[in-house]
């Protein structure tokens, strides 16, 4: 069993940067891929970036790519997401996931966390 809990999310303005944390409990966190989805008000959650079990390979929807940055400490349990100029649809509720393997969908991911708000002003 590994629980999930989101950190850093806030208002912030468009062009500024936050940046999230996820801490895991467990002693397994390594063996994880780590995922960061999101969902805004009446859309569908959407992948936004994962990260191998050491952290060599990342992964990012087109939509972040350059602007978003995932990485993840093992000694500490824990998966981070930069994200820089920051857009108002960036705006969503962002939750951090534990899976098998590397996916842009839900799917592989089998621990969620509540998710932690992230409102970008205009």
């Known amino acids: 069993q590994v629980q999930l809990v989101e950190s850093g999310g806030g208002l912030v303005q468009a062009g500024g940067s936050l940046r999230l944390s996820c801490a895991a409990s467990g002693r397994t966190f390594s063996s994880y891929v780590m995922g960061w989805f999101r969902q805004a008000p009446g859309k569908e959650r959407e992948f936004v970036a994962a990260?191998?079990?050491?952290?060599?390979?990342?992964y990012y929807a087109d939509s972040v790519k350059g602007r978003f940055t995932i990485s993840r400490d093992n000694a500490k349990n824990t998966v981070y997401l930069q994200m820089n100029s920051l857009k108002p649809e960036d705006t969503a509720v962002y939750s951090c996931a534990a899976g098998s393997y590397p996916a842009t969908n839900p799917s592989p991911y089998f621990y969620w966390g509540q998710g932690t708000q992230v409102t970008v002003s205009s």
């Open positions: 990260i191998s079990w050491s952290g060599g390979r990342t």
